[in-house]
């Protein structure tokens, strides 16, 4: 593996209004998002969709944090009814099978 290769993120995080509402948000931001060069690969729900599951593909961390800490993202994924400040990094992916 290389090192210079940017990981995936694997994410948590606790929403409330339901997976459609979270997903009506993330396509929202999606654009933005694209321009910093982050972009969702796979979202899932756990069955009561009060927890998702995201794997983020990133260019940058720094700038995914960057992004993420926007005034502007963070009060689209809060009027989503994501909980922004308990959103987890489980662990970045550098390595895949499909």
């Known amino acids: 593996m290389e090192k210079d290769i ?26 933005d998002a ?6 969702v690969d796979l979202v899932g729900s756990n069955p009561t969709e009060t927890k998702i599951f995201i794997i983020l593909n ?16 963070t009060k689209a994924r809060e009027d989503g009814e994501v909980d922004v400040y308990n959103t987890t990094l489980i662990s970045f992916i550098y390595e895949e099978y499909t």
Do not use: C, H
């Open 6 to 31: 940017m990981p995936k993120g694997l994410f948590s995080g606790n929403i409330s209004k339901g997976f459609t509402k979270w997903a009506k948000m993330s396509d929202a931001i999606a654009k």
């Open 58 to 73: 990133m260019k940058d961390i720094d700038q995914m944090k960057t992004f993420g800490e926007r005034e502007d993202i």
């Open 34 to 39: 694209k321009y910093v060069g982050v972009k």
